[in-house]
């Protein structure tokens, strides 16, 4: 089935220790995002992709950052974790070209960092 | 960026029709307007997307007035099942990092 796929599904982490979570989508589609999710809040956009070989920064990319190889691999990592990274981390992907198009967003990885 | 406003949550019962209003008073000239909704331990799910004036698919219905400073989510006789969180974004669709989510509106259907 087409889609995303992310792993872990879920991870406990130490704090300081480093953690990359893994991204994978077989739609082609050209933009990535990774967003993170605090209990009862909406999403925020930690990292962004618009295509292969280029990244940006969202609203909160303070301790995390990202790697865009090749089209479908969009891997974001923790260098040092700290307990605020404590959230459900969500990537989407999207095919754009025109305006009007919309993300499609993975199952979600649940990590707690103590 | 085109900041969006809605009600926290919204209560309503098996059958009836909910409209969600969301306020986008900044919005610009190239923004569209985009509806996902967000069942516990899931990703956002693509709901809807306008310009302006109406779209129909067959899940919802979005209404947008002509100065596109708000739009309405129109689910038509819910079910239990329609109980999740709906998020109303405005941004352009040729640059993805402009898009932001909101607190969303969070909808009970009680039996």
């Known amino acids: 089935i087409a889609g995303i796929t992310q792993a872990p599904t879920s991870q406990i982490l130490a704090a300081g220790r480093r953690m990359t979570l893994r991204c994978t989508q077989d739609?082609?589609?050209?933009?990535m995002y990774w967003y993170r999710q605090d209990l009862g809040l909406g999403l925020r956009l930690i990292h962004y992709?618009?295509?292969?070989?280029?990244?940006g920064k969202g609203e909160v990319p303070d301790g995390y950052s990202v790697s865009r190889a090749n089209t479908d691999d969009f891997p974001l990592t923790l260098a040092s974790a700290v307990p605020s990274q404590t959230s459900v981390y969500f990537c989407?992907?999207?095919?754009?070209?025109?305006?009007?198009?919309?993300?499609?967003f993975g199952p979600g990885t649940r990590l707690t960092v103590l | 960026l085109a900041k969006t406003t809605q009600p926290i949550s919204m209560d309503s019962y098996e059958g009836q029709e909910v409209n969600i209003t969301c306020s986008h008073n900044?919005?610009?000239?190239?923004?569209?307007i985009t509806w996902y909704q967000q069942f516990p331990s899931q990703g956002p799910r693509f709901i809807i997307q306008g310009y302006k004036t109406k779209v129909t698919n067959e899940v919802a219905s979005l209404f947008i007035p002509a100065d596109r400073k708000s739009s309405t989510l129109s689910l038509p006789r819910v079910s239990l099942s329609d109980t999740a969180v709906y998020y109303c974004?405005?941004?352009?669709?040729?640059?993805?990092?402009?898009?932001?989510f909101g607190g969303g509106t969070r909808v009970l259907v009680k039996p």
């Open positions: 989407a992907s999207r095919l754009f070209g025109g305006a009007g198009d919309t993300q499609y």
């Open positions: 739609m082609r589609h050209n933009a």
């Open positions: 974004l405005v941004g352009e669709g040729a640059a993805g990092n402009k898009l932001t």
């Open positions: 992709s618009n295509t292969a070989g280029t990244t």
């Open positions: 900044n919005i610009a000239t190239n923004d569209y």
